[in-house]
């Protein structure tokens, strides 16, 4: 039985599946920690697939099929496969968003409206990707306004990105008026970074006086009893870029570093081994080539289970990463966490400004941009060593960060919005 004074706390959020992002395994950590501290909290989500969270009641929306909003969205799907012609840009440049969207954002609501029995105090909305379909459904619910903390994992829209990633998309004005007006209608905004925050706060004022910062967290019940792959030799140097390498995030430059190591360091070249885990992506053919040619290079074919990469962060000697070349990365990357919680040096190339290189510090020894390779180079020689002379001995030690991300900053967060 809850306590009367026990929060109630609803998150309305588009997945609670680990494996579909690492933005997910981030919010998903989120909830888990938010039911550690003690708060009664009940999870909609539209993952479209029944997934229950430990202790956590959870339900999965169904998605309405049924409307003519579900029969448009489908006419433009099957004009896009019969005739190659996508209407989505001329739709989106009337409408602003897909009639996927406005359906998906229809029948969140009114899954919201059957709940009963259960009053929030406090409702959350976690999204992914550019969609936001949790946030456009809280506005048309204007009675929980009050009540709305509204989280922002990335720059909304895409021309408010900083570059390389910045680009106008079709009914750009329409998604801009959205997330103004989801700052404004909603009672605080969260953040993963303070640089997100200040990012955003220079579009949108109320981001800088509703805006809370909560980073990423980490989930200490994480169990790292995964099977050891048969490709991964614990006793070698093993520097793991774990993640996809979406656009922007070049890995030229690190191969390089790594090719120029081994040459500068002979008796590295039987230790060492540079390994990409994640699925197919922008740089998937380049990766493959370099495969062929260096044996101390290995890159996965397919995603990784999400358990199996944690335990091969903690048993790398570094793990990565890796930003794409900007003047700012207000990013804080899903990784982050797990990479602190392996407690192993992380090699970050990426901006000087960056959410990561804040967080870590101006004093942090292993860092470049993603292009530097001598700088690079001289790092990993660094690492090298310190591995060589004692492997238990290369660690990150950085319990601060660890209490940041952990359910204890998080309590104390909550403390004060409550």
Known sequence: MN?????????VAESIDVEDSSGTKGRVALIQNLHKIGYDVRVYHYTRKEIQLPGITCFAIKENRLSTLFFLSRLERYVRFLFK?????????????????????NSIVAALRKIENFTPDLVLTLSQGGRFRPHHAL?????????????IHDPYPMHLYPRPYTWVEAGYEKKHRFI???????????????????????????????????????????????????????K??????????????????????FLKFLKLNPEAGKESRLIFLGGQNHYSSILSEYTAKIPQFYVSEANVPFKQVQKLQTLSAVNIILEAKSEISPFLPGKFPHCILANRPILL?????????????????????IDEVDKIVAHLGKLYRHWKND??????????????????????IMKKIF
Not at 236 to 257: S, T, V
Not at 349 to 369: F, H, M
């Open 3 to 11: 306590l009367p004074s026990q929060k109630k706390i609803l998150i």
């Open 85 to 105: 012609k996508s209407l989505s840009k001329p739709l989106e440049k009337i409408f602003g968003f897909s009639f996927t969207l406005f359906n998906d954002r």
């Open 139 to 151: 506005l048309k619910i204007p009675e929980w306004k009050d009540k709305w903390m509204a989280y």
């Open 180 to 234: 103004k007006e989801m700052t404004e209608k909603s009672a605080y905004l969260v953040f993963p970074s303070q640089l997100l925050k200040d990012w955003m706060g220079s579009y949108f004022p109320s981001c800088l006086y509703k805006g809370i910062v909560i980073p990423h967290q980490i989930d200490s019940d994480e169990a790292l009893s995964a099977k050891i792959p048969e490709y991964f030799n614990p």
């Open 236 to 257: 070698k140097f093993n520097i793991l870029h774990a993640g996809n390498l979406l656009w922007g995030r070049d890995p030229e430059g690190l191969i390089q570093g």
């Open 349 to 369: 190339l990426g901006p000087y400004y960056s959410e990561s290189k804040r967080l870590l510090g101006d004093d942090y020894l292993y860092w470049a941009e």
């Open 391 to 412: 492997p238990t001995q290369l660690k990150l030690d950085r319990p601060d960060l660890q209490e940041y991300l952990s359910v204890i900053y998080l309590a104390q």
